[in-house]
């Protein structure tokens, strides 16, 4: 038999296959590779500034903006989008600092940890569900990256807003949008390779730069257009019981902004350094240490979060107003607010601090998200490199994000809608780690299929019931949001705080009933990071699992 050409070799899924680390506590390849394994020590390289410079970095991005204005599109004045948006970011950086600093202490991914409490097999629930975020918000943000590129090459070459357009009306984008899709695509695909550990550079980078672009939008805004005839002039347009409902669907927006972070912030967590170089808020405080030194590091992350994103929020904000009394228009889009402009140097340097920042919004939250995600389902063949690709192309192209960027009612609807599953698998990751099971965790455990954390067949019956509770009193309002042709009556109003209620009501469903039927297999008197001398007859694990993975019923027939 011949050989195999090299293109035939490399469509065998053998030439895909990856090697797995020796040290990992997986019971073979199949369930683990080097990158879903906990971080070893000299990967550890995230610092206390190096978050602190990813926070600064990731509050100024189109998002922010696009998120804090569109909340004047559909009625709300400045004095009341504020308010929504400071309260939803004090409650997302809590919500940060509890599940970030899971993984800042066992250096385990968001696939990993999520085991323990949903089960070993049904946690791949909530791992496809972050996929299939992933992949659209990686889309979404590819999109206003084109937006950027567009704007910079008008800037240099006006003759681009005149191309002639091929396209449909109803597609959402033009001909020379297409181009600028796939160049910025382009651009910010070498990115997509680089490891964890350095990808940190480029959140540097970007709060050093950015920041002073906004100030200088903010600046523009308030010369432009005074405050006392432009910002503080703007009323709302709505009243009574349609305001409340309408900020109330501000705030949950606010908390989609970053709900999906709020998931899975152990990816980034577990490259800590140390627990302290992430705010730790349950660590007890050593009297005979700097304690104020402590308590800076251990607020640090619940102070920025609001204020930062508040402000970068009234920056985004005021530049609207500003627009609708220049041009008459509810300009929520930043790039749409530039492309009304006559300076060609302005517009040129605003769309690359815009193209800067969602670059590293893009991959922090979104591919590398995806790339962890997607190494947890397929670790023979997939690591994070390999899982950042694939987001690249199925998310990049396999997806439509013009269609939900197409309005301001669309972007908000898209924004609270997955907070249906992201509250309550958030809620219940919380509250079994800190509450259930305070703190006392078995990491090699989450690595084996028949561990400790096998549950019932794979799955923690709890969590599931805590899902099925929480989920579907807001799935009328889900509908109502993508059809308003269906009438759903007062379960749309649901719908405008599916974050909040899912969060708490699958929290207390997920603790009543662990404390009501608790899993004593789970029950640990300390947590257990490495892996220790252990019985072979299973007794460890409460299961009938042997040392080595492998099932002692098993090894008897044998």
Same mark, same amino acid.
């Given at each position: 038999m011949g050989r195999l050409s090299p293109l035939s070799q490399l469509v065998r899924p053998s030439a895909w296959k990856l090697e797995p680390e020796p040290s990992t506590f997986a019971p073979s390849s199949d369930w683990s590779n080097k990158d879903m394994d906990p971080v070893p020590l000299d990967k550890r390289t995230w610092t206390m500034f190096n978050y602190v410079a990813y926070w600064i970095s990731d509050t100024a991005n189109a998002a922010t903006w696009a998120l804090a204005s569109s909340m004047l599109a559909i009625?709300?004045?400045?004095?009341q989008a504020? #308010?929504?948006?400071? !309260?939803?970011n004090i409650i997302m950086g809590t919500i940060m600092v509890l599940n970030g600093t899971i993984g800042a202490r066992l250096h385990i991914a968001f696939p990993i940890l999520n085991r323990s409490s949903f089960g070993f097999w049904l946690s791949y629930f909530s791992v496809i569900s972050r996929v299939v975020l992933s992949l659209f918000w990686f889309g979404i943000q590819t999109f206003v990256g084109s937006e950027c590129v567009y704007q910079m090459l008008k800037a240099i070459w006006p003759s681009i807003a005149h191309l002639p357009n091929h396209l449909s009306p109803n597609a959402h984008i033009t001909t020379s949008g297409l181009i600028c899709y796939f160049l910025y695509w382009l651009i910010q695909f070498p990115f997509l390779l680089v490891s964890p550990q350095k990808i940190r550079w480029l959140f540097l980078a970007k709060a050093i730069i950015v920041p002073p672009t906004w100030l200088a939008l903010l600046i523009w805004a308030l010369v432009?257009?005074? #405050?006392?005839?432009? !910002?503080l002039s703007q009323k709302a347009v709505l009243s009574g019981s349609e305001l409340s409902w309408a900020w109330l669907g501000a705030l949950n927006s606010a908390l989609g902004n970053y709900a999906t972070l709020g998931v899975n912030i152990p990816d980034f967590t577990r490259y800590a350094k140390n627990e302290r170089a992430y705010a730790n808020i349950c660590a007890e405080v050593n009297p005979f240490n700097d304690t104020n030194q402590h308590s800076r590091r251990q607020y640090i992350q619940l102070i920025i979060l609001p204020v930062g994103f508040t402000l970068a929020s009234f920056v985004g904000i005021a530049a609207t107003s500003a627009g609708i009394a220049l041009y008459g228009q509810v300009l929520w889009d930043p790039l749409k607010l530039i492309d009304h402009w006559d300076n060609r140097a302005a517009a040129f340097f605003a769309s690359f601090s815009f193209t800067l920042g969602t670059l590293s919004t893009n991959i922090s939250a979104n591919s590398l998200s995806a790339g962890n995600d997607m190494t947890a389902l397929w670790p023979r063949y997939i690591n994070i490199r390999r899982g950042q690709v694939?987001?690249?192309f199925l998310g990049g192209w396999a997806l439509c994000p013009w269609e939900i960027l197409a309005s301001a009612t669309g972007f908000l609807s898209f924004m609270g809608g997955?907070?249906?599953?992201?509250?309550?698998?958030?809620?219940i990751m919380v509250?079994?780690?800190w509450l259930v099971h305070r703190t006392h965790v078995d990491v090699p455990s989450m690595y084996r299929p028949h561990g400790r954390y096998r549950?019932?067949?794979?799955?923690?019956?709890?969590?599931?019931?805590a899902m099925i509770v929480s989920v579907p009193l807001t799935l009328p309002g889900l509908i109502n949001s993508i059809n308003t042709n269906i009438h759903v009556g007062v379960g749309a109003r649901l719908f405008d705080i599916a974050?909040?209620?899912?969060?708490t009501l699958a929290s207390a469903v997920y603790f009543t009933l662990s404390r009501l039927f608790p899993a004593h297999e789970t029950m640990l008197d300390h947590a257990i990071l490495e892996q220790e001398t252990l019985p072979d007859d299973g007794s460890y694990y409460g299961s009938d699992e042997k040392k080595d993975g492998s099932r002692v019923d098993e090894a008897r027939a044998a």
């Amino acid at each position: 038999m011949g050989r195999l050409s090299p293109l035939s070799q490399l469509v065998r899924p053998s030439a895909w296959k990856l090697e797995p680390e020796p040290s990992t506590f997986a019971p073979s390849s199949d369930w683990s590779n080097k990158d879903m394994d906990p971080v070893p020590l000299d990967k550890r390289t995230w610092t206390m500034f190096n978050y602190v410079a990813y926070w600064i970095s990731d509050t100024a991005n189109a998002a922010t903006w696009a998120l804090a204005s569109s909340m004047l599109a559909i009625g709300l004045s400045w004095r009341q989008a504020l #308010p929504a948006i400071a !309260l939803g970011n004090i409650i997302m950086g809590t919500i940060m600092v509890l599940n970030g600093t899971i993984g800042a202490r066992l250096h385990i991914a968001f696939p990993i940890l999520n085991r323990s409490s949903f089960g070993f097999w049904l946690s791949y629930f909530s791992v496809i569900s972050r996929v299939v975020l992933s992949l659209f918000w990686f889309g979404i943000q590819t999109f206003v990256g084109s937006e950027c590129v567009y704007q910079m090459l008008k800037a240099i070459w006006p003759s681009i807003a005149h191309l002639p357009n091929h396209l449909s009306p109803n597609a959402h984008i033009t001909t020379s949008g297409l181009i600028c899709y796939f160049l910025y695509w382009l651009i910010q695909f070498p990115f997509l390779l680089v490891s964890p550990q350095k990808i940190r550079w480029l959140f540097l980078a970007k709060a050093i730069i950015v920041p002073p672009t906004w100030l200088a939008l903010l600046i523009w805004a308030l010369v432009k257009v005074p #405050p006392s005839s432009g !910002l503080l002039s703007q009323k709302a347009v709505l009243s009574g019981s349609e305001l409340s409902w309408a900020w109330l669907g501000a705030l949950n927006s606010a908390l989609g902004n970053y709900a999906t972070l709020g998931v899975n912030i152990p990816d980034f967590t577990r490259y800590a350094k140390n627990e302290r170089a992430y705010a730790n808020i349950c660590a007890e405080v050593n009297p005979f240490n700097d304690t104020n030194q402590h308590s800076r590091r251990q607020y640090i992350q619940l102070i920025i979060l609001p204020v930062g994103f508040t402000l970068a929020s009234f920056v985004g904000i005021a530049a609207t107003s500003a627009g609708i009394a220049l041009y008459g228009q509810v300009l929520w889009d930043p790039l749409k607010l530039i492309d009304h402009w006559d300076n060609r140097a302005a517009a040129f340097f605003a769309s690359f601090s815009f193209t800067l920042g969602t670059l590293s919004t893009n991959i922090s939250a979104n591919s590398l998200s995806a790339g962890n995600d997607m190494t947890a389902l397929w670790p023979r063949y997939i690591n994070i490199r390999r899982g950042q690709v694939i987001c690249a192309f199925l998310g990049g192209w396999a997806l439509c994000p013009w269609e939900i960027l197409a309005s301001a009612t669309g972007f908000l609807s898209f924004m609270g809608g997955y907070t249906v599953f992201l509250g309550p698998i958030t809620g219940i990751m919380v509250t079994d780690y800190w509450l259930v099971h305070r703190t006392h965790v078995d990491v090699p455990s989450m690595y084996r299929p028949h561990g400790r954390y096998r549950y019932t067949y794979g799955a923690n019956w709890r969590a599931a019931a805590a899902m099925i509770v929480s989920v579907p009193l807001t799935l009328p309002g889900l509908i109502n949001s993508i059809n308003t042709n269906i009438h759903v009556g007062v379960g749309a109003r649901l719908f405008d705080i599916a974050y909040l209620l899912g969060f708490t009501l699958a929290s207390a469903v997920y603790f009543t009933l662990s404390r009501l039927f608790p899993a004593h297999e789970t029950m640990l008197d300390h947590a257990i990071l490495e892996q220790e001398t252990l019985p072979d007859d299973g007794s460890y694990y409460g299961s009938d699992e042997k040392k080595d993975g492998s099932r002692v019923d098993e090894a008897r027939a044998a």
